[in-house]
Every structure is written in C-alpha cells, then in structure tokens.
C-alpha cells in the first residue's frame, strides 16, 4: 500500500474513532480494538502491495497447559467460518497467538468499512480463540 494512502487510512481510522493524535498510531502501527493491540502494518515493499496487513493479538500460548492448542488453531485455519477471512498463527517475536488477515485496498476503503471490519475480525476471532483453548 502506497505511503500516502496509508497515512490517509490512519488519520481517517482516527477520527472515525476519535483518537486525536493519528500520527502515533500511523507511526506505531497499532490500535486498540476493545481490549485487544491490532497491528495495522503496511508492508510498502511486499509483493502484495494492495494489502494491509492486520493482526490482532489474542494473548499468550502456555504450551505445558494447552499442549494441544498449537493443532486445533492450525485445523480451525481449514475450516470454513464465514465470519473470519484470516487465520490463527503464533507472533514471530512474541511467541503470542495472533489471527492474521490481509485486507485489499486496492478498491477504496473508508474509515467506516474499516472500522466494521476490525470489530468483526476481532469479536470472532477471540470468541473461536477461546473455545479453542477449552
């Protein structure tokens, strides 16, 4: 995604949500969706320059008491949900479980939209997160 359009999105977010000072977030990639860090990362030089990409951090991993939870986060990525259009996958640094999905800006995409969007993704990401972990 161009820089410019990028910036544009951000600041648009921001006042749709009310966060006065858009540059931090434009700067840290990050907002907060509920109680939940949503990274807003735009990868300028991937090869999929329309995307944005998000991820919402749904918390630790403690594999001594959820050994199993690294499988059922990979089966519940091949199954079909209509409500999420991404996947579960572990964060490269932190080791956190976060649900990932690439959104396409290519066609233009308003504050609103996003906004809509990212509450979806995150009400029905950690609602099957946590049935996961049962």
Request: proline content about 4%; overall charge negative; some cysteine.
């Given at each position: 995604?161009?820089?410019?359009?990028?910036?544009?999105?951000?600041?648009?977010?921001?006042?749709?949500?009310?966060?006065?000072?858009?540059?931090?977030?434009?700067?840290?990639?990050?907002?907060?969706?509920?109680?939940?860090?949503?990274?807003?990362?735009?990868?300028?030089?991937?090869?999929?320059?329309?995307?944005?990409?998000?991820?919402?951090?749904?918390?630790?991993?403690?594999?001594?008491?959820?050994?199993?939870?690294?499988?059922?986060m990979?089966?519940?990525?091949?199954?079909?949900?209509?409500?999420?259009?991404?996947?579960?996958?572990?964060?490269?640094?932190?080791?956190?479980?976060?649900?990932?999905?690439?959104?396409?800006?290519?066609?233009?995409?308003?504050?609103?939209?996003?906004?809509?969007?990212?509450?979806?993704q995150?009400?029905?990401?950690?609602?099957?997160?946590?049935?996961?972990?049962i």
């Amino acid at each position: 995604m161009e820089m410019h359009a990028y910036e544009r999105l951000i600041k648009d977010l921001c006042e749709c949500v009310g966060i006065e000072n858009w540059r931090d977030i434009l700067q840290g990639q990050h907002i907060m969706v509920g109680d939940y860090v949503v990274g807003l990362i735009n990868e300028e030089n991937d090869i999929y320059a329309n995307e944005l990409s998000v991820y919402i951090e749904l918390g630790p991993i403690f594999p001594e008491r959820e050994p199993d939870l690294y499988r059922r986060m990979l089966v519940a990525n091949l199954e079909r949900n209509p409500a999420l259009t991404g996947c579960f996958g572990v964060h490269p640094d932190t080791g956190s479980a976060v649900y990932y999905i690439r959104l396409d800006t290519s066609q233009h995409m308003d504050a609103n939209a996003l906004v809509e969007i990212l509450n979806t993704q995150v009400n029905a990401s950690v609602a099957l997160f946590n049935n996961l972990k049962i």
